[in-house]
T-cell receptor, first 118, second 121 residues
Framework: GAGVSQSPRYKVAKRGQDVALRCDPI?????LFWYQQALGQGPEFLTYFQNEAQLDKSGLPSDRFFAERPEGSVSTLKIQRTQQEDSAVYLC????????????????FGPGTRLTVL | AQKITQTQPGMFVQEKEAVTLDCTYD???????LFWYKQPSSGEMIFLIYQGSYDQQNATEGRYSLNFQKARKSANLVISASQLGDSAMYFCAMREVPIVYSGAGSYQLTFGKGTKLSVIP
């Protein structure tokens, strides 16, 4: 079956522009995560959705970052007034609902969107 | 708070040899899980192996094994019989694994900075 898909794969924005990054999770996956991966670093958590509810947005670096998942499937990460420090790969991951104690579900990652802010 | 430390920025291994990638961690969670991911140049994170903190035996998945030493807070990845296709970035990660699932947890992954593995023919 289809994995997690993300679009666009590459995005170049001029400083100050708004961008929108899309994530299509695996069908039936309740949990959806966004991560930011700066060059040469590991991914860092941005935000988490359980169905349409955004339960954790503690990793969003500023109020310029906004994420939504209105119907509990596709998610969009929006960055307003982009800055050069926003340049990174943005990874989306999805997983099944956690229902069993001490048995975490695997997070399946998409290929990421590489954002370059000039 | 959770922290993952990978002290090897880069590693080289001869094809068909075994290699160990180091990972140490720190957490206050009583129950947690440790993961290893592979990230080829294409960018996608590929899950390799998982170890739960309460698991009695070290995890193995084909050529991958996890050397889990709880007292030392280390979770090293061992790749046996290295192949050219193993050349990639490798990330150690962890997350809380609840003893009792509450239904509303985030359980995001915390990653290390990664180790770049290069397999030499």
């Amino acid at each position: 079956g289809a994995g997690v898909s993300q679009s666009p794969r590459y995005k170049v924005a001029k400083r100050g522009q708004d961008v929108a990054l899309r994530c299509d999770p695996i069908s039936g996956h309740v949990s959806l995560f966004w991560y930011q991966q700066a060059l040469g670093q590991g991914p860092e958590f941005l935000t988490y959705f359980q169905n349409e509810a955004q339960l954790d947005k503690s990793g969003l670096p500023s109020d310029r970052f906004f994420a939504e998942r209105p119907e509990g499937s596709v998610s969009t990460l929006k960055i307003q007034r982009t800055q050069q420090e926003d340049s990174a790969v943005y990874l989306c991951a999805s997983s099944l609902e956690e229902v069993r104690d001490r048995t975490p579900n695997e997070q399946f990652f998409g290929p990421g969107t590489r954002l370059t802010v000039l | 708070a959770q922290k993952i430390t990978q002290t090897q920025p880069g590693m080289f291994v001869q094809e068909k040899e075994a290699v160990t990638l180091d990972c140490t961690y720190d957490t206050s969670d009583p129950s947690y899980g440790l993961f290893w991911y592979k990230q080829p140049s294409s960018g996608e994170m590929i899950f390799l192996i998982y170890q739960g903190s309460y698991d009695q035996q070290n995890a193995t998945e084909g050529r991958y094994s996890l050397n889990f030493q709880k007292a030392r807070k280390s979770a090293n990845l061992v790749i046996s019989a290295s192949q050219l296709g193993d050349s990639a970035m490798y990330f150690c990660a962890m997350r809380e694994v609840p003893i009792v699932y509450s239904g509303a947890g985030s359980y995001q992954l915390t990653f290390g900075k990664g180790t770049k593995l290069s397999v030499i023919p």
